[in-house]
């Protein structure tokens, strides 16, 4: 059974950066494709970027293309979320997923970090 904890949320200013951290543990990390999902106040979860088992991004949303970078580190069974140039709109509980299979649904969930981006 995979754990997945997540870090590096916080508060930043509008323009700023933040490193989100997925770190795994309790299985094998590196067949897993991973994602990183999202959940601002009163909307539904949106899926903000996806990274093949190769280290791949498969998928950006559009409302984050350009600015965000999903990765991996397979030796530390870790997966990060470059944010950068943050908008107000980033702000969200940001969530890592992971899955064993490509495009099957996350098996895996993290609890979820706070990102809030203020003016």
């Known amino acids: 059974q995979v754990q997945l904890v997540e870090s590096g949320g916080g508060l930043v200013q509008a323009g700023g950066s933040l490193r989100l951290s997925c770190a795994a543990s309790?299985?094998?990390?590196?067949?897993?494709?991973m994602g990183w999902f999202r959940q601002a106040p009163g909307k539904g979860r949106e899926l903000v970027a996806t990274l093949s088992r190769s280290g791949i991004p498969t998928y950006y949303a559009d409302a984050v293309k350009g600015r965000f970078t999903i990765s991996r580190d397979n030796a530390k069974n870790t997966v990060y979320l470059q944010m950068n140039s943050l908008k107000l709109e980033d702000t969200a509980v940001y969530y890592c997923?992971?899955?064993?299979?490509?495009?099957?649904?996350?098996?895996?969930w993290g609890q979820g970090t706070q990102v809030t981006v203020s003016s």
């Open positions: 997923a992971a899955t064993a299979a490509y495009s099957a649904p996350y098996d895996y």
């Open positions: 309790g299985g094998t990390f590196s067949p897993l494709h």
